[in-house]
């Protein structure tokens, strides 16, 4: 009986999340981003980290709900398998929605915020920053010290650079 109603209850879930998290990212984008002195990582990685962890969910909700009839092998394959499905996906996806969740910068008028994946948030001043440019990335340092490494990939990308330079240029700084 429970097999019947099975794809249904897991399709259900699956939307329910979907929803909240689409409700929660409608929410959070009136709130945050007003500001476009805020740099944050591609909407598309949170989209995909997102709709990557629904499958795993949808994925593990089917491994744990299956009869017994179904595990050929006995229980020991399926738990191999859905340790494997845990490791390769479920692990990388939550780091990874985590990173896009967590990860920013602030652009101020004379230093910039930096808040890394675990929520650590350091202010560096625009006089102690070098900028190198490289193919498809700008990076930051302080001193010999990379600080943060900024995506081309990433909206307003540019900003940082720009005010970093404008300090140092009307403070006489030539990187």
């Not at 943060?148 to 403070?171: C, G, M, P, W």
């Amino acid at each position: 009986m429970l097999m019947r109603f099975l794809p249904l209850v897991i399709i259900a879930l699956l939307f329910a999340c979907f929803g909240v998290i689409r409700w929660c990212l409608s929410k959070k984008k009136f709130q945050n981003n007003i500001s476009i002195k805020i740099i944050k990582q591609p909407k598309a990685y949170l989209w995909l980290s997102a709709v990557g962890i629904l499958i795993y969910i949808g994925v593990s909700l089917l491994f744990l709900l299956l009869p017994d009839s179904a595990y050929e092998g006995g229980h020991i394959p399926a738990l191999v398998a859905f340790i494997v499905l845990t490791l390769i996906s479920g692990i990388p996806l939550l780091l990874l929605l985590v990173f896009v969740l967590n990860w920013r910068i602030t652009v101020e008028e004379e230093s910039f915020t930096y808040r890394n994946m675990f929520r650590q948030i350091k202010i560096y001043h625009y006089a102690d920053v070098t900028i190198e440019e490289k193919k498809a990335s700008t990076r930051f340092y302080q001193g010999k010290k990379r600080i943060v490494t900024v995506s081309f990939l990433i909206e307003n990308y540019d900003i940082l650079q720009i005010a970093v330079r404008k300090y140092q240029r009307t403070h006489r700084k030539k990187n």
